[in-house]
């Protein structure tokens, strides 16, 4: 493949286009309209970030044939429970009150498909993050905020107080897009950074 192809980017979430944006990369923004509701219920939160990953790049390319496609999905798992993103404010609280005291692993499943080239690779990349226990005025204050919304889990590690109190492995995988994993997968399709 060569870098002339256009780097589509299957997502509408701010931090993914900031990630990428930080990292040099030129790209357009076509978020993917799939339900990300609609999966077996006995599905593991690995696999499932990486289903949805790959759900996203695919219908995005159908409409992008020619060029190249990246899509990720970040999902909190705490145990074999999957927890997306909070549709209200009172999931958002019922998340945060879950995790409270507690560690549990963000998963993130990323995809890269090209179908002019028949191009299609993905991965997924765990991070294991510990959080600090939460009174109920820090819940419902963070809630009250809104800081919650589109988020997985309810929270985001970039917030002004994300309640981390220690974490391994991908930072950037917990904000939403696992950057060394996304670099490969992209060098692999032929997509670099330009030059800074």
Not at 136 to 145: F, H, K, P, R, T
Not at 147 to 160: F, N, V
Request: proline share 5%; hydrophobic share 40%.
């Amino acid at each position: 493949m060569t870098s002339s192809r256009r780097l589509i980017l299957a997502s509408a979430s701010p931090r993914r286009r900031e990630l990428l944006h930080a990292a040099g990369y030129d790209f357009l923004v076509h978020p993917a309209n799939v339900d990300e509701e609609d999966y077996p219920p006995a599905t593991l939160p690995a696999d499932l970030a990486l289903h949805l990953a790959r759900l996203k790049a695919d219908a995005v390319a159908q409409r992008f044939s020619e060029d190249v496609v990246l899509a990720a999905d970040t999902v909190v798992a705490f145990g074999d429970q999957v927890l997306g993103k909070p549709a209200n404010p009172a999931q958002a609280e019922e998340m945060l009150l879950l995790l409270s005291g507690t560690a549990h692993v963000v998963i993130s499943g990323v995809a890269v498909v090209c179908l002019g080239q028949n191009h299609r690779q993905s991965d997924r990349v765990l991070s294991c993050v510990r959080m600090k226990r939460l009174t109920q005025s820090q819940i419902d204050n963070y809630v009250a905020g809104g800081q919650w919304e589109g988020k997985a889990g309810g929270y985001g590690i970039q917030d002004d107080d994300p309640f981390v109190t220690r974490m391994s492995g991908c930072h950037t995988n917990i904000v939403g897009l696992p950057m060394t994993t996304t670099r490969r997968l992209l060098s692999e399709a032929g997509i670099f950074p330009k030059q800074q």
